[in-house]
C-alpha cells in the first residue's frame, strides 16, 4: 500500500518543487494544500490538491482526519521578511494560527505521522562576531516580525513534540533560489528586472542593501535535504539547511548582469533598503551533512535557471 504524504503550501514556490520531487517515487500518494490564488504547476489529479484555510480549525480537522496521511510535509506559512513590519499582524496571526490548529488537530487525532515542520533561518537573526557560521545552538534573535512568527512556529513544533509524542523534525533552511520563486525576493527581483531591461520594458536595476552576505542554494538540493530528513532526522531534532558558504549580493548582482544580454544601469532604491538588516548568514551545514546531504547544483548554475525563467514570463 502507498504511503500517504502531505504537503501543506504545496502549491508554493518550494511547494511545487517538493511534489515534483516526490512523484518520482511511486511508493508515494501525494496530497497538496493550496490557498488563495496559488496554482500549483506540477502534474496531480485535481482530487489530491485540497484549497484550504489552514487558519479554520474545522476545515483543518476535517482534511487530517480524511487523509490521515502517513508523512507530513508542513511549509504552509505567509512567507515575506522585506515587508513584514507593513504587515506584522497579519503575519503573526496567520503563521501562529495554522501552527496551533494543525498541531491541536493531529493531538487530538493521536497522529502516528512523520511530520517535518519547515522554519527559516531568519530564525537566528543578528550574529555576534565569532559566531559564524551558524550552528543550530545559535541564539534566536529576529530582526523582523516575520522571524518572529517563525519562531512562534518553530516552538510551537518542538512543544508539540515533546508534550503530545508527535512524530516532529525541524528543518531552518537558509536562503534559497529557482525558477518559479516571486519577483519578492532578492535573487528573483534582479533576475526579473534583467529580463524586463532586455525587452525594453525597464531602463535600469533598482536594488537595496548589496553588502549584505547570504548563504544561496538551489531549491532542488533543499527539497532533497526535506526528502532526506523525512527519512533519516531525528525525531525533536532541528537541522540547518545550506551552502555552507556566504556571497554578497553585490557578487550574485555581478553575476546576473554577466549574463545579461544588454547593458545594465544599476540604481540604489530606498524603498529596497530594510528598517534592519543581517550583515552576514552562512549556515553550518555538519549535523545534516552526517545524514548524506551534499549540494550538487552550483550557485552560478541556480542563477541562470533564474534568469532563464523570468526571460520566459516577461
Not at 500500500?1 to 502531505?6: E, S
Not at 517535518?116 to 523582523?144: C, F, K, M, W
Not at 530528513?229 to 546576473?256: A, C, F
Request: aromatic share 6%.
Amino acid at each position: 500500500m502507498k504511503q500517504k504524504v502531505l504537503i501543506t503550501g504545496g502549491t508554493g514556490f518550494v511547494g511545487n518543487h517538493l511534489t515534483e520531487l516526490l512523484l518520482k517515487s511511486t511508493e508515494l500518494e501525494i496530497h497538496a494544500t493550496s490557498f488563495g490564488s496559488q496554482i500549483s504547476q506540477v502534474n496531480l489529479p485535481a482530487s489530491q490538491v485540497h484549497q484550504i484555510d489552514l487558519t479554520d480549525f474545522l476545515a483543518t480537522k476535517q482534511l487530517l482526519t480524511q487523509l490521515q496521511p502517513d508523512q507530513i510535509y508542513h511549509l504552509a506559512a505567509i512567507t515575506t521578511a522585506s515587508n513584514s513590519f507593513a504587515h506584522a499582524s497579519k503575519i503573526l496571526l496567520n503563521n501562529v494560527e495554522l501552527q496551533l490548529n494543525f498541531f491541536q488537530v493531529l493531538t487530538e487525532l493521536k497522529s502516528q505521522a512523520r511530520i517535518l515542520v519547515v522554519g527559516s533561518a531568519d530564525e537566528y537573526g543578528l550574529s555576534q562576531p565569532g559566531e559564524l557560521p551558524i550552528t543550530e545552538e545559535h541564539p534566536l534573535r529576529p530582526i523582523n516580525p516575520y522571524a518572529v512568527s517563525k519562531i512562534a512556529q518553530d516552538m510551537l513544533a518542538y512543544a508539540y513534540g515533546q508534550a503530545q509524542k508527535l512524530d516532529v523534525i525541524r528543518a531552518r533552511p537558509f536562503n534559497h533560489i529557482g525558477p518559479g520563486q516571486v519577483g519578492d525576493f532578492a535573487v528573483s527581483a534582479f533576475a526579473k528586472q534583467i529580463a524586463l531591461i532586455e525587452v525594453g520594458k525597464q531602463n535600469e536595476l533598482l536594488v537595496g542593501n548589496l553588502k549584505a552576505k547570504r548563504d544561496f542554494s538551489n531549491v532542488e538540493d533543499v527539497v532533497k535535504a526535506y526528502q532526506l530528513l523525512m527519512s533519516k532526522g531525528e525525531p525533536g531534532q532541528v537541522y540547518n539547511i545550506g551552502s555552507g558558504q556566504s556571497v554578497s549580493m553585490e557578487w550574485i548582482l555581478s553575476e546576473l548582469i554577466a549574463l545579461a544580454k544588454v547593458k545594465i544601469e544599476v540604481r540604489e532604491d530606498p524603498a529596497r533598503l530594510r528598517p534592519s538588516d543581517t550583515p552576514e548568514m552562512v549556515a553550518d551545514i555538519s549535523k545534516i551533512t552526517e545524514l548524506g546531504f551534499k549540494i550538487q547544483v552550483p550557485l552560478k548554475q541556480s542563477l541562470a535557471r533564474v534568469l532563464d525563467y523570468w526571460r520566459k514570463q516577461v
